[in-house]
Structures are given as structure tokens and as C-alpha cells.
């Protein structure tokens, strides 16, 4: 079965800092990989996706992330973090066998530090 | 143009209660899904339809929940006898072909239920 592991609940860093959030995956063939983002009183915004080809993926808002198969990882990174970042962070898997589910993570809320 | 849409955005009802959380996706989109959000938890999947026929509906976690979409717009997800354990936020999401896999989905905010 599909899951998605998000390590860190709360994370918080300075505004100008790097950042990376952690998720790792169990899925036995090749997933198809989300993060999302969910600011207070909004929807879920996609902010990237990774379905097959190049690793290294560029999302919205400068957010970035890479897919590395042998740590069954897909980090979310992003070089300088604003205020406005500050929200929930959730990764998600799907399939090409469960077209219609996405699995999400428990969420990674960031705080960002004036 | 209009997002997704849900109503109310929150309800309070009392255990043993019917209740109806309306969606309404965006137009033109024939891919529906319905999802819950307990605290401090991802969204969890309930319920998936392809215009009017509900194609996926192995996340509905028992009898007490069901979901139609009789003109393959709107949407109404129903709960009987509630119970406190039903309490969480219920997000509605649309896509303009079916398959999560292959399209983004995009949610709405969400109805925020509370069984007293």
C-alpha cells in the first residue's frame, strides 16, 4: 500500500534562511509525487509535481524538489524563505493503478522567524 | 474565474444528526473528489466522481456517509447519525478531466463540521 511520511511537524526558520522539508514514500513502482501547500482560510494550492523525466522539479513561488528513488525520498527545498511561507506543507502520492486517490502526508507546518 | 466553492463553511450539529455539505466545483470540470481532514492530519480520501457516477468510493468509511452528484456539477455530501468522531474539515476538489495522477486538483476551502 501506498504511504507518505512526513518526519517533522513544525518546523521553523528564519526569513531569508534556506529550507528543506522532508518526505519520504513507500510505493513499489515508479510514483507520481505532490506537495501542496495550505495557508490559513485557503485550499490546498499544488505547488509542484513529479511525474517521470527529470528529477530536479520547479514548482510555484521559487519552491523546488527532487526525486530520489534510492532514499524513496522527495524533499522540498527552497533557497530563501518569506514571511508569506509560512503555512502547512503536505506531500502527496499517487498512481497510475489508483488514478483517482492521492495519499497525503500528515503535514510539515512552517513558522517563519522575523 | 470562480473557484471551487463549499457550503457552509462551518456546521455545528448535534450527535445522532443528518447532515448535507454542498460542493461546487469549478465549471466545466467532470472530475469530482471528496476528502476529510481531521486535525492535524493530511487529507484523507472518501470519495471519487467521473461526471455523474461516483467511479472510486472506497475512502467512505461506512454506510453513514454517501455523496451524490445527480447532474455532474454540484455535489452533496450527506452523513447520518453523526457521530463526534465525524467532526473534521471536509474538502471538496475538482479536476477538468478525471485521474488524480495526471491532473492537479484544485480545492476548495473546505466546510469545517463539529458534532456536539
Known amino acids: 500500500a501506498q504511504s507518505v511520511t512526513q518526519p517533522d511537524i513544525h518546523i521553523t526558520v528564519s526569513e531569508g534562511a534556506s529550507l528543506e522539508l522532508r518526505c519520504n514514500y513507500s510505493y513499489g513502482a515508479t510514483p507520481y509525487l505532490f506537495w501542496y501547500v495550505q495557508s490559513p482560510g485557503q485550499g490546498l494550492q499544488l505547488l509542484l509535481k513529479?511525474?517521470?523525466?527529470?528529477?530536479l522539479v520547479q514548482g510555484i513561488k521559487g519552491f523546488e524538489a527532487e526525486f530520489k528513488r534510492s532514499q524513496s525520498s522527495f524533499n522540498l527545498r527552497k533557497p530563501s524563505v518569506h514571511w508569506s511561507d509560512a503555512a502547512e506543507y503536505f506531500c502527496a502520492v499517487g498512481s497510475y493503478s489508483s488514478a483517482s486517490k492521492i495519499i497525503f502526508g500528515s503535514g510539515t507546518r512552517l513558522s517563519i522567524r522575523p | 474565474g470562480a473557484g471551487v466553492s463549499q457550503t457552509p463553511s462551518n456546521k455545528v450539529t448535534e450527535k445522532g444528526k443528518y447532515v448535507e455539505l454542498r460542493c461546487d466545483p469549478i465549471s466545466g470540470h467532470t472530475a469530482l473528489y471528496w476528502y476529510r481532514q481531521s486535525l492535524g492530519q493530511g487529507p484523507e480520501f472518501l470519495i471519487y466522481?467521473?461526471?455523474?457516477?461516483?467511479?472510486?468510493d472506497s475512502g467512505l468509511p461506512n454506510d453513514r456517509f454517501f455523496a451524490v452528484r445527480p447532474e455532474g456539477s454540484v455535489s452533496t455530501l450527506k452523513i447520518q447519525r453523526t457521530e463526534r468522531g465525524d467532526s473534521a474539515v471536509y474538502l471538496c476538489?475538482?479536476?477538468?478531466?478525471?485521474?488524480?495522477?495526471?491532473?492537479?486538483?484544485?480545492f476548495g476551502p473546505g466546510t469545517r463540521l463539529t458534532v456536539l
Open positions: 476538489a475538482s479536476s477538468p478531466t478525471g485521474g488524480a495522477a495526471y491532473n492537479e486538483q484544485f
Open positions: 466522481f467521473q461526471g455523474t457516477g461516483a467511479a472510486d
Open positions: 513529479y511525474f517521470s523525466g527529470d528529477t
